[in-house]
Structure formats: structure tokens, C-alpha cells
């Protein structure tokens, strides 16, 4: 079946219609990894987008459900040059064709995407549809596309309910013994940031994002986890209140990404959109205080203006070395670090992953001041 993808600039894509046909408006992104789809279709933080890959053959090693980032898919369509339908792997459970139908994201496949991720390059992440309708009035569909705005996915990838886990849960060691309690405030948060945790023994308590403060610290926990998440930083007023009481506890605090960003709104930092954002596993992040360089995964639109940044607050930890973005903050007057990179590394390096073990030593250093 013939599928278009639609831009608000009036260009036109015809391809190969993927996994749902329903019709689908969209902000359209690209991703730069060259595997790692399965993490990318799974990764909450997409809620609202449409992802075109740029690797031209995506599928190859089919679908292994323990590789998922969410219990479901929560991105809007995906974009390829061509989708494998055999899984080379003795890992594959499913060929991504069935999965893309199964969650009902709809697709389109046989495009250029190295003209399409061009376009998003020079003119800017843009809106998109995809559809399976021959008859579309384009005019109609450019005045659709130029209304649409990412709205409320926090809200939709968040969960519903506290619920905890211990080692032995989400493919860990049950013999690690617990020594911390992690409180994780889930405004999009990625399973292996949960699972990087456990593994280094903590008991995890997920929260939804609505939760307020007071009940997160009524269960005293060692630390706090702020999570990556979809959408712009700004629209969550509510959260950035919470995380104003949080910060203001003194309890230990890592945030990632969307995290990151709202930490810096809560401390009277300002963030922008970005042109396209860096979505991919191959970003080079380099260490302020130590000069090392990391390659990291990174799956963001927005970032922290480095000049709104409070110094008496708050000094830049890291850069991306390729544009002088922040990555960053390193907060002054209390435990609280945080980064715009994700150092649970899935899918992409494991060269930050350490940064989960400064976490475990900013609880024991706080637990050893009380």
C-alpha cells in the first residue's frame, strides 16, 4: 500500500506504508543511531514525534521484548529507508513489521531519508503526516500541520501508579543486597534507568509525574532519580514546583535529560528549542572538571540556555563538544547534579554509566552527615 509523508513546508514523500495504516500528524525527527531501533521505538521520551532513522536498513535483528525502554511504544510513526522483514538474531521474537502493528504505529518506508533528514537540518524539526489516503488536498493538510503542537505527553507516558522494585526485578541479580531507596519521579522515564539502579543496589520507588513532593520525601528515601521525558520543559509547571521542594530537601538528586532541563527551570535557569536536537548514540560530551570525553546516547529538542544559568547557583559540568551545547549542571548548594545525556546507555555507549555510581556515593556521602 501507498503511504505519503506530508511536511509543513509543502514537500511530499511517497514510500511504502509500515505497520498501522491510520493517519498520523506529527512532529518529524531524525535519529542517528545505527541500532538500537527497538530502545528508540520503546524510549517515552518520542511521545509526540514521528522518528525517521537514518541508517537505511532497520530491522535486521528483529524484536527481543527484554530490549524495550516501556512497556509500550509511545511514538507517533516511524520513518525508513527500508524495514527488514527477517530477524537475523537468535534473540528475535517478533519481525518489527508485527510489532509496529501490534503498538499501531503507522509508517512509511522507501523514502530518501537522507533527503528528508537534510531538510530537518537546514530548515528545522518541522511538522508531518504520514497517511495512506491518495486523495489528500495538500493545502488542507499544511494548514493542519501548521496548527499542531506537542501538548500533554508527560502526562501520557508517565505512570498511573507508584510501584516499586527491587534487585531481582527488570533482569537483575536477585543476590544484591539493597543499601539505598531511590525515589524516581517519572516524567518519561527509560526501564534501564531503573535497572542501572538496582543493579548497583537500590530499592526503586517509580512516582508518577503529578506526585507531589511531600509524598515522595514522606518515603524517605536516600535519593532522588528525575527522569528523561517527552515535550517542552516549560509545559510542566506542576512538576518544576515539585522539584523546586525537592531541591530545597537537601536529599541527593541526579536528573536526566527532561530532568535536567526542569532542574534548571526550578533553580531560574531558562531553556530554548533547539533547531533539531541530538538524537543518537554517537554524541562526544566532555567533562568540564576532567577533560575526558564521553560518546553518549541523546534524545533531546531542547536544552539550557548556557547564559541563563545561575553561577552563584549552579556551574556548567558538561559540553557537547560538537556545538558547545550545555550537557551539564553541577548545582553549588546542594547534592544535586545533572545531565543532559543518558548515561543508562540503551541503546548507545556505556561510557557515562559511571556517572550512576557518583550518585550511589553522593547518598552514602549525605547518609554519613546525618
Do not use: W
Not at 208 to 234: F, Q, R, Y
Request: glycine content about 8%; overall charge negative.
Amino acid at each position: 500500500m501507498k503511504a505519503y509523508l506530508i511536511l509543513e513546508d509543502g514537500t511530499v514523500f511517497s514510500g511504502k506504508s509500515i505497520g498501522s495504516t491510520r493517519e498520523v500528524i506529527s512532529e518529524i525527527v531524525f535519529n542517528t543511531s545505527m541500532t538500537g531501533y527497538l530502545e528508540v521505538l520503546t524510549d517515552p521520551s518520542y511521545a509526540g514525534q514521528a522518528v525517521t532513522m537514518t541508517y537505511p536498513l532497520i530491522g535486521n535483528y528483529g524484536i527481543c521484548r527484554k530490549d524495550m525502554e516501556s512497556k509500550q511504544s509511545s511514538v507517533d510513526g516511524f520513518i525508513v529507508r527500508e524495514l527488514s522483514r527477517l530477524g537475523s538474531n537468535f534473540r528475535d521474537e517478533q519481525s518489527i513489521q508485527d510489532f509496529l502493528v501490534e503498538q499501531n504505529i503507522p509508517g512509511i518506508e522507501g523514502i530518501d531519508t537522507r533527503a528528508l533528514t537534510k531538510i530537518l537540518r537546514e530548515k528545522g524539526t518541522m511538522n508531518g503526516m504520514i497517511t495512506t489516503n491518495e486523495n489528500y488536498e495538500l493545502d488542507d493538510v499544511i494548514g493542519r500541520l501548521k496548527q499542531y503542537r506537542v501538548l500533554g505527553v508527560v502526562n501520557k507516558v508517565t505512570v498511573k501508579q507508584p510501584v516499586t522494585y527491587v534487585p531481582g526485578q527488570i533482569d537483575t541479580d536477585s543476590s544484591i543486597p539493597v543499601t539505598k531507596k531511590v525515589a524516581i519521579l517519572d516524567v518519561g522515564t527509560k526501564l534501564n534507568i531503573a535497572r542501572s539502579l538496582l543493579a548497583r543496589g537500590c530499592e526503586v520507588t517509580v512516582y508518577p509525574a503529578g506526585t507531589e513532593a511531600e509524598v515522595i520525601l514522606e518515603g524517605d528515601p536516600d535519593g532522588i532519580m528525575i527522569t528523561n521525558g517527552p515535550g517542552d520543559p516549560k509545559e510542566c509547571t506542576e512538576v518544576i514546583e515539585t522539584i523546586k521542594q525537592i531541591y530545597e530537601s537537601g536529599i541527593p538528586v541526579f536528573a536526566i535529560c527532561l530532568g535536567h532541563q526542569l532542574m534548571a527551570l526550578a533553580n531560574g535557569a531558562d531553556t530554548e528549542k533547539m533547531k533539531y536536537g541530538h538524537r543518537g548514540a554517537n554524541h562526544p560530551v566532555k567533562d568540564l572538571e576532567t577533560g575526558r570525553v564521553y560518546i553518549s546516547s541523546q534524545n533531546h529538542g531542547y536544552v539550557v540556555k548556557a547564559d541563563t544559568v545561575p553561577r552563584q547557583k549552579a556551574d556548567i559540568s558538561f559540553v557537547n563538544v560538537n556545538d558547545g551545547t550545555v550537557e551539564g549542571l553541577k548545582y553549588k548548594e546542594k547534592p544535586v547534579f545533572t545531565v543532559q545525556f543518558h548515561p543508562e546507555a540503551c541503546a548507545g555507549p556505556r561510557d557515562s554509566e559511571v556517572l550512576f555510581d557518583r550518585f550511589m556515593t553522593y547518598m552514602e556521602e549525605n547518609d554519613a552527615k546525618k
